[in-house]
């Protein structure tokens, strides 16, 4: 799916193809040297971290470990409803493993901090997030991002895993929707 597939649905690209791809690259050249020696894990929130899970774990050159957990607080909505559910928990026993939660977006923050700590609770060796997108919330929220792509405005965004109502997951860019998607516009 690309821009032109999109119509009048889209209101504009915030991060096209190519940025994101090279940011990728950036952030697995730093998790790669962070982690020398170390036996990583990968934790994957399905289903917004599917394609920067995909794309980073390619990227890095250190044999990582790839499991997925999912979580949902958002329904089918634009806005949190606060309270998080375990959909899917890891197959793997993180106890004395480096972890690496790898998220598309920190928008209010409530997603990771409650992963965090529930985490946390299994004792890793290490626990730290890598996110694609960061809103101003989550910097309010105190969610501690080890490896951040991109700090973006407080908009709804879609693409490369994000949705609205579990559409438009797989474009290849970041950008934000018109507002007669949203059911605002009378279209
Ligand atoms: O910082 P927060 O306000 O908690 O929002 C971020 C979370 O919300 C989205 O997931 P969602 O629950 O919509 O599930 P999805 O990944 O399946 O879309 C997104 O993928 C993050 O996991
Ligand atoms: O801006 C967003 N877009 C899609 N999903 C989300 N989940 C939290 N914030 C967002
Ligand atoms: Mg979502």
Known sequence: MDEKDLGTDLAKVLIPEADLQAKVRELAGQIDADYAGKDLLLVGVLKGAVMIMADLARALHSPASMDW??????????????????????????LD??????????????????LVSNLLSRNPASLEICALLRKPEAVKADVDVRYVGFDIPNEFVIGYGLDYAERYRN????GTLAPHVYGGGGA
């Open 69 to 94: 957990m999912a979580v949902s607080s958002y329904g089918s909505g634009t806005k949190s409803s606060g309270v998080v559910r375990i959909l899917k928990d890891l197959d793997t026993d993180i």
């Open 97 to 114: 493993r480096h972890v690496l939660i790898v998220e598309d977006i920190v928008d209010s923050g409530l997603t990771l901090s409650w």
């Open 171 to 174: 474009l290849p860019f970041v």
